[in-house]
């Protein structure tokens, strides 16, 4: 592997490690206690705090922040912990803070792009291969399923979550849950419909996609309240398994649904 490259305007802690292959640019802060690994890339003026982990061939680009401490008033100080999968990309001015306490852990998958100004809160738990259009914000302990979308500007609650395959609309106030493969759109958000082109993109069956629309069909344009649209698509719905991942997730809902 090739060695790594450090500009000597960049401020690199001794005790930070750094993987072979990667390049820190011009004005770089690397603090103790972060693990970087192999062929990542740092443009300039990046900061990157301790302690956290982020794997091989992430790209941080200029004026992004990742790792500071939570902005949670309740933090008293102690190592707190963010975790970063691989070829991840945080574009200009991203924020993401570390968790509030030493026994939680703010993670972030695999492939996401968060565009500029992005914000992921303390103690969150952010999927593989999402899109954060510019703005999208996390408040704490939210959860994003693996290949959401997030348009741009859209505020999160905290301890929302928004499932797999899920997007929202720009400028979206999220204040309950998404379900999976759903579009949530408004200020509050509803959810208006399937998200049927990301699907489709996906490669997701025709004939999945069709109970998809089934269960959005029971859960948001029947007469039924939330619990009966499960009792319906249980008894109404093959047992597929986009099915269950709806059911499961609603179940598995403390703020409730969007509706």
């Not at 300039?44 to 301790?50: A, D, F, N, Q, S």
């Not at 029971?218 to 991942?245: D, F, G, H, W």
């Amino acid at each position: 592997m090739s060695e790594v490259q450090i500009h000597p305007t960049a401020i690199v802690d001794a005790q930070a490690e750094i993987g072979a292959g990667t390049i820190i640019g011009p004005y770089c802060i690397v603090a103790a206690g972060v693990v970087l690994g192999h062929d990542s890339w740092l443009q300039h003026h990046v900061t990157l705090c301790g302690p956290m982990t982020a794997g091989a061939r992430n790209k941080f680009h200029a004026y992004c922040s990742i790792g500071q401490q939570t902005q949670d008033l309740k933090y008293q100080g102690e190592p707190t912990y963010l975790e970063i999968g691989d070829e991840n990309s945080f574009r200009e001015f991203v924020t993401v803070n570390r968790s509030t306490t030493s026994a939680g852990k703010t993670r972030i998958g695999n492939c996401g792009n968060f565009l500029a100004y992005s914000h992921i809160g303390h103690d969150c738990a952010v999927g593989d291969a999402v899109v954060f259009s510019n703005n999208g914000t996390l408040a704490g302990h939210v959860q994003i399923g693996d290949h959401a979308i997030m348009g741009g500007l859209t505020a999160v609650h905290q301890f929302c979550r928004i499932g797999r395959y899920a997007i929202t609309g720009g400028c979206s106030k999220i204040v309950q849950d998404i379900p999976p493969f759903m579009i949530a759109d408004g200020n509050p958000a509803k959810v208006r419909g399937i998200n049927l082109v990301g699907l489709e993109r996906s490669g997701f069956l025709p004939e999945s996609v069709k109970w998809i629309k089934e269960a959005f069909r029971l859960i948001y344009r029947s007469k039924y309240n939330t619990r009966q649209a499960i009792e319906a698509i249980r008894n109404e719905l093959p047992s597929r398994v986009e099915i269950n991942q709806i059911v499961e997730f609603i179940e598995q809902s403390e703020r409730g649904i969007i509706r």
